[in-house]
């Protein structure tokens, strides 16, 4: 009887608790603000607000559209590096500099998100850095289905 209680012991822990991780893309920014560029709890991945900052050249352009589509190939990365895709995004919220630009960014948004449709909430806020113009957080349930849609 004794043997059978450890064995369940060490199922309920495993099933019970959910795979935790940290996604990391900058770590010294990363350390430096003690967050993640997303964290996965089971079958979610919550993507930290991202902005348009370019890995390779190390710079943020000026232009709004050009941010918003840096921002998309990053938190594709991100969401890539947490098990899941584009399509799983169930959450996405916009936070702009100046509200009025968010229509020089619906080309870019459909470009990437298609038919996915996720809920969504757009703000206006004050940015911690002067180039920064929008930043855009995800919240992604992976499915492990690839759903068609039709555009």
Not at 38 to 62: H, L, M
Not at 93 to 119: F, H, M, N, Q
Request: hydrophobic share 40%.
């Amino acid at each position: 009887m004794l043997k059978s209680n450890r064995m369940s012991r060490a199922f309920v822990t495993r099933v019970a608790q959910p795979l935790k991780r940290w996604v990391t893309v900058n770590p010294k920014a990363e350390l430096e603000s003690s967050t993640s560029a997303a964290f996965v709890s089971g079958e979610w991945v919550f993507v930290s607000a991202c902005n348009g900052y370019n890995p390779q050249t190390k710079t943020i352009s000026p232009l709004i559209e050009e941010q918003a589509e840096q921002i998309f190939i990053n938190i594709e990365t991100a969401l890539r590096e947490g098990g899941a895709t584009m399509k799983d995004i169930v959450r996405i919220r916009y936070i702009l500099k100046d509200a009025s630009e968010w229509r020089d960014c619906r080309r870019v948004l459909r470009k990437w998100l298609g038919s996915v449709r996720p809920a969504s909430s757009v703000m206006q806020a004050v940015l911690l850095d002067d180039t920064v113009r929008i930043e855009i957080e995800v919240t992604a349930r992976k499915t492990g289905e690839r759903h068609e849609y039709a555009d």
